[in-house]
Structures are given as C-alpha cells and as structure tokens.
C-alpha cells in the first residue's frame, strides 16, 4: 500500500505571495499524482493530474511538478479564493489520496 | 456537462448494511470506471474502490475487501456502493467521482450516519 504524505499541515500564506505545497509518496508513483482542492460544504475538485497538468478551468497561477516520490503543487500569486483543504492522491497502484493541507490567508 | 447525483443521507444502526446510489448524466456512462471515496467530519479523503460500469469488474481498498460491492445498472446509468457491518466509524460522507485515475467530477456526496 502507497502511503502518501503531505506537508505542512497548515500554510497561512498573505494574498499575492507565493504557496508551496509538497507530497510525498513512500514508493514510486511515477508522474501518476493528481491534486484536488475542497472548500467548506463542497466536493473535491480537480486541480492538477499527471502531476504538471492543469484541469480544464484551472488558472494558471497554479502550477505541479515532480515525478517518483517527491511532488510539490504552486500557487504563485494566492487569492483568497483559494483558501481551501488540497489532496495529493496518487494512481498508480490503486488508490491513496495524502491527509491534506489547509491553505489560509494571512 | 458531467453530473453526478447521488442519493440521500441515512441514518443507520450498526451492522446494517447501506447503499448509496450514483447517477450519472452527460457523458457516456459506460466509458468511464466510477470511483468511491468517503470523508469522515472533520478529515481527509479516504479511497474505498472503483467499478467499470460496462464490464462490472470491480477493485477495493483493502481496508474495505468483504464488506465494500460496487454494482451498476447500464440501463439507469446508475453505480451502486453497498457497505455492510456498519460501524460508528463508518460514519462519513461517501462520495462518487467519475475516472479510476483522477476523478475530474464528483457527486455531491451522501452522509451516512451509524448510531444506535
């Protein structure tokens, strides 16, 4: 079993500057990594898949790199719409979504 | 567009058994596997399996093997997740997503409570 996981816990990030966000899986994943955003109330939504591509209707300001273990997900200018829980989940052997990272306005 | 509606919240004791209801509409159904994930109060995303709606093939979390069937219904466009052995920690909302690699929509969940 994959077992992903996400840091920091908790990011308090000031509009307009820059957020990082890492995962880590304990095997290879390959670039078979996806991140979703959830706000309060509502269902996850798609942000990031194949670790770099961005889902239809995203914004650019957000931006996935890695391949293997390590993956980091970007958002170079923070709005405050983005203030949300994101999930790393992995596909490349089942199924495994990271505990999360919650994204706050400073 | 892809929707995605599930069926309502339910109330259950525990070892009943529950079945959630997925319908899916605006894209050809048979395409693509239908993924399920459940989210207890307060925590993360938790992947319990996937079906292929046309073949019936299904595959689960191990966590879930033996108490988790995945079944749909071509004819409704409908997939089907049945959890049995309810326990309080069951407790969650249980959610549909379409894809078995990344889910690029999602239902708007079902809560599913366990309470004597």
């Known amino acids: 079993e994959t077992v992903m996981t996400q840091s920091p816990a908790t990011l308090s990030v000031s509009p307009g500057e820059r957020a990082t966000l890492s995962c880590r899986a304990s095997?290879?994943?390959?670039?078979?990594l996806a991140w979703y955003q959830q706000k309060p109330g509502q269902s996850p939504r798609l942000i990031m898949y194949?670790?770099?591509t961005r889902a239809t209707g995203i914004p650019a300001r957000f931006s996935g790199s890695g391949s293997g273990t390590d993956f980091t997900l970007t958002i170079s200018s923070l709005q405050a719409e983005d203030a949300a829980v994101y999930y790393c989940?992995?596909?490349?052997?089942?199924?495994?979504f990271g505990q999360g990272t919650k994204v706050e306005i400073k | 567009q892809v929707q995605l509606v599930q069926s309502g919240a339910e109330v259950k004791k525990p070892g009943a058994s529950v079945k959630v209801s997925c319908k899916a509409s605006?894209?050809?159904?048979?395409?693509?596997?239908i993924s399920w994930v459940r989210q207890a109060t307060g925590q993360g995303l938790e992947w319990m399996g996937w079906?292929?709606?046309?073949?019936?093939?299904?595959a689960y979390a191990q966590k879930f093997q033996g108490r988790v069937t995945l079944t749909s219904n071509l004819s409704l466009s409908t997939v089907y997740m049945e959890l049995s052995g309810l326990r309080s920690d069951d407790t969650a909302v249980y959610y549909c997503?379409?894809?078995?690699?990344?889910?690029?929509?999602w239902g708007q969940g079902s809560l599913v409570t366990v309470s004597s």
């Open positions: 997503a379409r894809g078995d690699t990344e889910n690029d929509s």
């Open positions: 605006g894209y050809t159904f048979r395409s693509y596997d």
């Open positions: 079906i292929n709606p046309y073949t019936g093939n299904a």
């Open positions: 095997q290879s994943v390959s670039r078979n």
């Open positions: 194949g670790a770099s």
């Open positions: 989940q992995q596909y490349e052997l089942g199924s495994a």
